[in-house]
C-alpha cells in the first residue's frame, strides 16, 4: 500500500507541476521542485519516498537510454574531443576542487570525494526546460555530455562509495585502477550485451515481443556490467549508441513507433517524479539545518554550488585557447566555437536528477555497520546546489541565449529535406525491378508512381513562409476536429460500431500526428 502512496502521490505532483507549466509558463522542473517542497511540510507525506536503489537501479537506467536513442553518434564524433574534454575531464577537476573543499570544511577525505562525484555531472532535461531553442550543435553537445559525463562521474562515485563502505582512505592510485576498469568494463558489457539484444530484435516477430525486449534492454545493460562490478551507467550508453547503429534495418515500424512513444512518455513522468523527489527533500534539509551544525552545512553548499559553476566557466573559458596552441590544422579550425557559444555550455551546466539520484542512493550503513559518515550532510549540501543552480543559472539561461546571438543551424533543414527527397527518388528509380519482384500489375505500377512522384514535387517545393505554414496547419488541423466529431456523431446514433470508430480515430490521430511533426522536433516519424 506504502508503494502505491508513493506512486501516486508523484504521479499527482508530476500532473500539477505539468499544469502549472502550462497556464504560466515556468519552467516545469520549477514547478515540480517547488511542489514537493511544499508536500514534504505536509505530516501525513513527510515520510514520502522510495528506496535508494530505485532511483538509481530503475530510474537511471531508463533514462539514459531515452537520452542514448536522441543522442547523434555523428555529433559525439563530430565534437568528440570537446565533449570528452567536458565529460571526463571536466568531471574529473570538479571532483578534485570540491572533495577539496569538502575536506577543507569538515568532511572525511572519501566522503569528500564522494560528494564531488555526485555534483560532477549535468542534467541535460533540465537544459531543455530553460532553453529549448539551441542550434542543433550546441545542444548536441550539453545533451552529449551529460549522456557521457553520467557514466564518468558514476564510476568515480561507485568507486568513491565502495571506499567508504570499506573504511579505507583515499588511495589515488587505487581509485584511478578501479575507475578505469569500471569505464573499461562498461563499455565492453555494453558492447557485447547491446549486440545480443540486436540479434533477439532481429528473431522477434511479434510487436508485443519486440516492444517487452525494448522495455527490457536499459536494465539488461545495465545488470551484467554491474555484476562483474564495473559502470552499468557506462554499459547502458555503451549498448544504446550501438543499438542506434546497428537496428534501424531490424525493427518494424509499428514496433519503433510503440517504443519511442513508451519511452518518451515514461521518461517525461521519471524526469518530473525525480524533480519532485528534489523538492520533497525540503523537510529533512530544514531538518538538517536546524541541528547545531546548519552553519558549517550551508556554507559548504554555498561554497560547492559556487565552485562547480566558478570550475565549469573556467574550463570553458580557457580550455579553447590551449587546444588552438597545441592542434592548428585547418580540419579542427572549422569546429572552433567562437567565446559566446562555450558561456552558453558553460552556463547550461545544470545539475538535476542524476545528481539527486547519487545522493539518495548512498548506503544507509558502511561495512562495519555504523551510519554511513555524513550521508545526510551530503543530501542536504546536493539538494542545495541543485536548487540554487537550477533557479539562478535557469532564470538567467535565456537572458545568455538571447546575448550570445548563436547563429542558426541552416544545414539541418538542408538535411531534413534530403532525407525526404533521396528516399523518394531511389524509390521511384527502382520502381520497375520492384514491380516485376511482387508481381504488380501495370494500374498498381502507375498508382505507386503518381504516389511517389506526388510526394517528391511535395517535398522539393520550397518552404512556405512562417504566417502562411501556419496557417495551413491550424486549417488543416481544424478540419480534422470536424472529422473526428463526425465519426463520433456517427457511433452515438449507433451507424457505426465502436470498434469501427476506434479504427475511424486511429487513421484520423495518425494524419494529425503527420501533419503536426513539424512543429515538434522530438516527434516519431509518421
Known amino acids: 500500500m506504502d508503494g502505491l502512496v508513493v506512486a501516486v502521490v508523484l504521479g499527482l505532483a508530476v500532473l500539477a507541476g505539468g499544469l502549472v507549466q502550462r497556464w504560466t509558463r515556468i519552467p516545469a522542473p520549477w514547478a515540480w521542485v517547488v511542489i514537493g517542497a511544499g508536500l514534504s511540510f505536509v505530516p501525513s507525506l513527510h515520510a514520502v519516498s522510495l528506496p535508494p536503489d530505485v532511483v538509481l537501479l530503475l530510474f537511471l537506467p531508463a533514462l539514459l537510454y531515452w537520452e542514448g536513442i536522441n543522442t547523434s553518434l555523428q555529433q559525439l564524433r563530430y565534437d568528440a574531443r570537446v565533449i570528452t574534454l ?23 577525505g572519501p566522503v569528500a ?13 533540465a537544459v ?30 561507485a568507486v568513491a562509495v565502495a571506499a567508504v563502505v570499506a573504511g579505507n582512505g583515499v588511495q589515488p592510485l587505487d581509485i584511478s585502477l578501479r575507475f578505469l576498469y569500471a569505464v573499461v568494463v562498461g563499455v565492453a558489457s555494453g558492447l557485447v550485451v547491446g549486440f545480443l539484444i540486436a540479434q533477439l530484435r532481429r528473431l522477434a516477430r511479434r510487436p ?79 531538518e538538517t539545518f536546524a541541528g547545531d551544525g546548519w552553519a558549517r552545512v550551508l556554507l559548504l553548499a554555498v561554497v560547492c554550488a559556487v565552485a562547480v559553476f566558478g570550475i565549469r566557466v573556467l574550463w570553458n573559458a580557457a580550455i579553447a585557447p590551449i587546444i588552438r596552441l597545441l592542434d592548428r590544422r585547418p580540419s579542427q579550425r572549422e569546429r572552433r566555437a567562437p567565446l559566446r557559444t562555450r558561456m552558453v555550455i558553460a552556463w547550461g551546466g545544470f ?54 546571438r548563436l547563429a542558426p543551424d541552416t544545414g539541418e533543414q538542408e538535411e531534413r529535406r534530403l532525407a525526404l527527397t533521396a528516399p523518394l527518388e531511389t524509390a521511384l528509380e527502382h520502381l520497375d525491378e520492384d514491380a516485376r519482384a511482387v508481381r504488380a500489375d501495370d494500374d498498381a505500377r502507375a498508382y ?8 517528391l514535387e511535395h517535398a522539393c517545393a520550397p518552404a512556405d ?62
Request: glycine fraction near 8%; charged fraction near 20%; charge should be neutral.
Open 351 to 404: 545539475r538535476g536528477a542524476v545528481s539527486l539520484a547519487a545522493a539518495l542512493s548512498l548506503p544507509l550503513t558502511i561495512g562495519s555497520g555504523r551510519p554511513f559518515p555524513g550521508r545526510e550532510e551530503v543530501i542536504a549540501v546536493t539538494f542545495v546546489v541543485i536548487v540554487l543552480m537550477l533557479f539562478v543559472q535557469g532564470a538567467t539561461m535565456p537572458l545568455i541565449v538571447r546575448r550570445a
Open 465 to 526: 513562409g512562417d504566417e502562411h505554414s501556419a496557417g495551413k496547419h491550424r486549417l488543416l488541423l481544424r478540419t480534422l476536429r470536424r472529422r473526428r466529431e463526425e465519426v463520433i456523431r456517427l457511433r452515438s446514433t449507433a451507424r457505426i460500431d465502436d470498434t469501427v470508430m476506434l479504427d475511424a480515430q486511429a487513421a484520423l490521430d495518425y494524419e494529425e500526428l503527420r501533419i503536426s511533426a513539424d512543429d515538434d522536433p522530438e516527434a516519431p516519424p509518421a
Open 448 to 455: 505507386v508512381q503518381q504516389t511517389l512522384e506526388h510526394q
Open 208 to 286: 508485443a515481443v519486440d516492444d517487452t525486449i525494448s522495455i527490457l534492454s536499459p536494465f539488461l545493460l545495465f545488470l551484467p556490467a554491474e555484476a562483474l562490478g564495473a559502470s552499468g551507467v557506462v554499459a547502458v550508453v555503451t549498448g544504446v549508441l550501438l543499438l542506434g547503429r546497428l537496428t534501424p534495418r531490424i525493427i518494424p515500424a509499428r514496433s519503433r513507433n510503440e517504443g519511442y512513444s513508451f519511452w518518451r512518455a515514461s521518461t517525461s513522468v521519471i524526469n518530473g517524479a525525480l524533480f519532485v523527489l528534489i523538492g520533497l527533500q525540503a523537510r529533512s534539509v530544514y
Open 86 to 108: 567536458l565529460s571526463v575531464g571536466l568531471v574529473a577537476a570538479t571532483a578534485v576542487v570540491v572533495s577539496g573543499l569538502g575536506a577543507l570544511l569538515g568532511l572525511a
Open 113 to 125: 570525494l564522494v560528494l564531488g562525484a555526485i555534483l560532477s555531472p549535468t542534467d541535460a532535461t
Open 128 to 157: 531543455a526546460a530553460m532553453a529549448p531553442r539551441l542550434p542543433r550543435r550546441t545542444a548536441a553537445i550539453l545533451r552529449g555530455e551529460s549522456l557521457v559525463n553520467d557514466g564518468s562521474a558514476l564510476a568515480l562515485y
